[in-house]
């Protein structure tokens, strides 16, 4: 909660400040105005913006996925384990190190959040400045819980489409200069595809965050033992067959993590440029601490 500091210096009639932050203020006459005159401060009630009844009581009655900070001060409980929540912040503040100059720099652009889940990251884009943000997911209950929340957060810049990264749908989903696709690809069975689907809607830079397994490199006999090709990457296959009742998993069963090598090769190839990690902070989550996740960013030539 943010509170306000209400500053008047004795003697006179008006105020010289009043701030609005959640900071203490260390104010002196001198600072001001060099009078020597003493000031007072007192604090004035916090300005806080109401989400309506109705809404609250509709997000209050949901499960969700992440902590979503309501304007009203709140913030939703998770059902996510409480050892493993790190991993939306960590990966929030290493897309905000790659997003934030461009949006100052940059003004109106778009955003696209590929298997946007219950939107946390499509609101997080929108905050960073983005002009217009569409978030896609194939879930129709995530579709509906971000819908909710876009309307508890008053965020009327964001909209959210039905459609599988496997089969768009080209009527509802056009082409951003950012490219959000986060937790996605080692869940599908064709990740390669996905990401050229990532490069085609992407008009500036994508950035993509993924669960990798070891890499292998080395030679390989090709129809010959005569002829031998380079192995650019590999893949780590997971049977989520039994988990695509559930919100977080494969919708097909079937997944292929890359390596972060086969990563950064594939997105080359699609035609990104200036491919590279973006390296996690000191206190990042465990899995990218240990490169276990990783978030690649590729810019369009």
Known sequence: MIAGVFVQSSGLGTPLAVCFAPIVCSITAN????????????????????????????????????????????????????????????????????????????????GLDLASHQGWFSLKLAAMGCASVTGMEPRP?????????????????????????????????????IVLMLGLIYHLENPVA??????????RVCLIETQVGPHLSGMLDWGSHEFVRPIQGCFTVIDETEETHGGEASTDGICLAP???????????????????????????????????????????
Request: charged share 25%; glycine share 4%; aromatic share 6%.
């Open 259 to 301: 390596s972060a090598e086969t990563l950064l090769w594939i997105m080359e190839k699609v035609g990104f440029v200036e491919v590279a990690l973006v390296s996690p902070p000191a206190d990042a989550y465990e899995q990218h601490r240990h490169g276990k996740r990783v978030l690649a960013v590729g810019w369009v030539p």
């Open 141 to 177: 209950g995530h579709i509906d819980d971000a819908r909710l929340m876009a309307r508890a957060s008053s965020a009327e810049n964001i909209r959210f489409v039905k459609s599988d990264i496997q089969n768009i749908d080209a009527t509802d989903i056009e082409p951003a200069d």
């Open 31 to 110: 600072s001001l105005n060099g009078s020597g005159r003493s000031v007072q401060a007192h604090l004035l009630p916090a300005r806080v913006e109401l989400v309506d009844p109705e809404i609250k009581q509709k997000v209050n009655q949901r499960n969700w996925f992440y902590r979503f900070d309501l304007p009203d001060g709140s913030v939703t409980e998770s059902y996510l384990p409480a050892s493993a929540q790190q991993v939306h912040t960590t990966r929030l503040e290493m897309v905000e190190r790659v997003l934030k100059p461009l949006l100052a720099k940059h003004h109106g652009l778009s």
């Open 194 to 203: 996905a990401i050229r689907a990532a490069r085609a809607y992407c008009r």
